[in-house]
């Protein structure tokens, strides 16, 4: 079966700092990744995606993702967190056979400190 | 400005009482979709619909409708609500075919509260 885990349901962080919030996939053949963003009370936002290519897809916001095929990894990063990044942030993969749906992780919520 | 909206954005309800969910996009997109989330379940599909009067099951169908008479407008009825379909709920769009290329926009949210 298809699906994105993210392990952590929290991540902390201290402002400046850099940040990375974790994702890895199961899936056949090769994964299409999403990472969106959402603010409170606010629906979700697309922020960068890996379809092909380099390994490292630069995205909104300043965020980037690492595609890791040996580790089947996604893991977002910043090399600097903003108190304003505090958001929950979802992990998905293309579903292989309804190539419109997005196949979601469970969520990790970001909250940098000041 | 193009959008997702969705109304209400906050209701509180009875069990049994029918109710309808809006969502409206204005960008000319022909792939809709609701989806709600639960805390540790993330984002589940509930109906999509790949253009007018096309609709399709996704993960979680149970105790839900959909329809699309117009390209613009896919409602969300909960012809008799029960408490496990509490939730939050959004609903989304994107242009077609592949979200490879287009991803997809999501409105605000609607906050269902069955009682």
């Known amino acids: 079966a298809q699906s994105v885990a993210q392990p952590e349901d929290q991540v902390n962080v201290a402002e400046g700092n850099p940040l990375t919030v974790k994702c890895t996939y199961s899936v056949s053949g090769n994964p299409y990744l999403f990472w969106y963003v959402q603010y409170p009370n606010r629906g979700l936002q697309f922020l960068l995606k890996?379809?092909?290519?380099?390994?490292l897809v630069k995205g909104s916001y300043g965020f980037e993702a690492e595609f890791n095929k040996s580790q089947t990894s996604f893991h977002l990063k910043k090399p600097s967190a903003l108190v304003s990044d505090s958001a929950l942030y979802f992990c998905?993969?293309?579903?292989?056979?309804?190539?419109?749906?997005?196949?979601f992780g469970t969520g990790t919520r970001l909250q940098v400190f000041p | 400005e193009a959008q997702v909206t969705q109304n209400p954005r906050y209701l509180i309800t009875v069990t049994g009482k029918k109710l309808t969910v809006t969502c409206s996009q204005n960008m000319n997109h022909e792939y809709m979709s609701w989806y709600r989330q639960d805390p540790g379940l993330g984002l589940r599909q509930i109906y999509y619909?790949?253009?007018?009067?096309?609709?399709d099951k996704g993960d979680v169908p149970e105790g839900y409708k959909v329809s699309r008479k117009e390209k613009r407008n896919f409602p969300l009825i909960l012809e008799s609500p029960s408490p496990n379909q509490t939730s939050l709920y959004f609903c989304?769009?994107?242009?077609?075919?592949?979200?490879?290329?287009?991803?997809?926009?999501f409105g605000d949210g609607t906050r269902l509260s069955i009682l």
């Open positions: 619909s790949m253009n007018v009067e096309v609709t």
């Open positions: 998905a993969v293309r579903d292989l056979y309804n190539t419109d749906k997005l196949i």
């Open positions: 890996y379809i092909t290519g380099d390994n």
């Open positions: 989304a769009s994107s242009l077609s075919g592949d979200i490879s290329n287009q991803p997809q926009h």
